[in-house]
Each structure stands twice: as C-alpha cells, then as structure tokens.
C-alpha cells in the first residue's frame, strides 16, 4: 500500500460501492482538472467487466488496454499508456477490446499493481468498478487514500458504508498473517451467517487484541493508516453534507477509520448533456456550478503536497466536512440567483401568455403571406 502523504507520485483510486454515482465521471473530469494544472496525470481504467471511462473523455475504444496486457504476454503494460486530446493526461484503457477479465487472479491483480507502482507521473487515477469484489478491495488498498464516490440518497451512503467496512476487512486480513489463531479468527469471520452476528471492525480489533497483543498493534495500526477521502456527488442541497457527516460518524464508530471530504458536487444537466455529447463537462459546461466544484476539489489535491493531509489554510475550519458545507451553501446560494435570473416560462402571467401566444399568431400570419406572395410570384 502507497501512502501518498509521502509519496511525491500520488495514487488514487476512485470508488463507492453503488453503480451510477459518477466514478468514472468523476475520474475522467478530474483527470482533465489535474492536467489542466500541468501535472502529469494517467487514468486508468480498472472497471474490468464494465470498461467505459473512455467515453466520458470522450476517445474512441481502440487502444489495447489491461485486457490485451493480461492475455497476451508480448504486450507491455507501458505500450498501453495512449495519448489524450490533453496534454499532461494520458490514458489506460480497460478491457472492452479483450473482455471475460471480470474476475481477476490474485496473481493478476498483483501484476497490475506493480506496473501502476511503476507509472511515471504526478497524479494516477484508478477508476474502479461497484460492489465488494476484491478486484475493486484491492486496487482500492494500492493507496491509503482512495476517494469514495457517493450520492446523498441513503442506499448509495450504505453502500458506500459496506465498501469500507470490506476494505477495513481485507486491511486487516492483509495485515495479520500471524499467529494462527488470529488468522483463523478472521478466516471464520465471513462464514458466521447468522443474522447479526457479523462484528464491527472495532470489535475485531479489539478481539485480535485478546488473542495477540504484536498483532492487536498491527492490526490498529493498518486501520489507523487508512484515510479515504468522500466526494458527495450528485448533491441537490447543502444540506446534503449532513448525509455525509452521518457516514462519517457511523464510519469511524464502527470501523474506526478517520474519512475526510473533499467537496460536493452538485446535479447539473450540463454533466449528463456532455455524456451524451462525448465531451467532458469540465470542457463542455466549464463554467457550471459542477465544473466549479470539481475544479476545487482538484485544486484542493494540487495545493496539499501532503495529500490527503491538507494544508495551513484549510485548518481554520473544524474539519474538511464543515469546509465543504459551507462550500455547498455558497454554491446553492449561485445555483438559486441564477435560476431566478434565467427568464422561465413556467412563472409567465395568465396575461403574459396569451400576449406571446397572440403575437407569434402574427409572425405565422405573416409568414404565410410571405410564403404565398413568394409562391405567386414563381408561376
Ligand atoms: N453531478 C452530476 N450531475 C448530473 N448527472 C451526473 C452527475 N454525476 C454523474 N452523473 C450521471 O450519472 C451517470 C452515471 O455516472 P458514472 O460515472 O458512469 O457512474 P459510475 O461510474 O459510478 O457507475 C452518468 O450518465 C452521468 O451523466
Ligand atoms: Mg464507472
């Protein structure tokens, strides 16, 4: 596992348990922020099964990608890397070319790892796919601070939730080898089906703890290390954080990891408008309240060489949650001005109406005459 607080090369994986929730929108838009900075950034695609960030940076599917590399030994993971239309972002395609890769090998899994280790670059953007599967835990684990995507709806929010308490779990799996008891201690863990019976990963630190206090350390130590960062997507209103926060405290209750947030982002049609137009929205509505806030948030990744450890000037607030709250405050207060400002048909007058609908008769009376006089004088 990279630790990128230090590390100068910063890996970061993009997940969040639910399907739909705009990782891949969220990787691929902030992919073109972080470039637009000069930094040096390459995406990745690891949605194996569900390969599609290409199109949200809108490249046509014909690059050999991690599906070629994994069935054909003569290609070399570096011979993958394409070129996009911008300049510091490069790109790994996923497997749409070679598919059937949905379950990985360990082994498999291990070998990407270590070429995406070996990318040069500033910035290595990992977009994976939904659910628990350990291809999506353990490209999540290559860093100690993934961002999990999440809507404020509740069941993105629990998933985002089981996400992490899988990750916790496989952390912890990963970490204690040893003694024996420990680790068929947490070997029986998934087997108890009894409803209710599966313990938080608090309780199972504590419970390693008991068996072996060097392991107990260990243990608490891989889950202290961990610090995923949130990103509310699809946000509606500020008080959206809120469901956020609730994650947050739950998350560190149970789990005992300490999550941050990087910001929200708010629904904009401008981003589903673009999808359909295969060009990035930060590109396609860059002026949006959306492109704005995720534009921050790629600043706030620049501006921490520390990253996920923010900088001085972030610390005047409580924490990176009541930064983002007030964030989205002045951004719903924009979002609210300027739909009052847009002339809106809707909150048209009864009087107001029926003088459009009358003066648009006109044009079309005109318009007719204008037509026949033109068809009179062709005969
Ligand atoms: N902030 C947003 N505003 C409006 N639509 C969004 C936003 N973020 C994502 N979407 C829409 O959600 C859909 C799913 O996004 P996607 O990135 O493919 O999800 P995932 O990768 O999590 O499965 C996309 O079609 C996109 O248009
Ligand atoms: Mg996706």
Redesign the pocket.
Known sequence: MIINEENVRKIIPVA?GK????????TANLGILLSSYAKRTVLVDLDLGGS?LHT?LGLKNKNAGIGNFLSDRSVKFNELITNTPYRYLTFVPGDVLVTGLGNLQQSQRNTIASRIEKVDADYVLLDLG?GTSLNVIDFFLMSNSGLV?TTPQAPAILNAYSFLKNVAFRQLQRTCTSPKAVVEYLKNIPRDKTPGATPTIRDIVKKIKSISKPAGKAAAEAIARMKPQLII??AESPEDVQMAENLRDLIARNLEIKVGCLGV????RG??QS?KQLTPFVVHSHDSV?AVELDRIAQKIIHSPRFPDMPIDLEEYESSFELASVEAENDFAEIEQSAAEEPDAVSLSHEEFIAIIASQKQQIDELKGTVRMLTMNQR
């Open positions: 969040g399907g739909g929730v705009g990782k891949s929108v969220v599609n949200y939904s995507v997507n699809m982002v708010f629904y904009d981003v589903n999808v959306a």
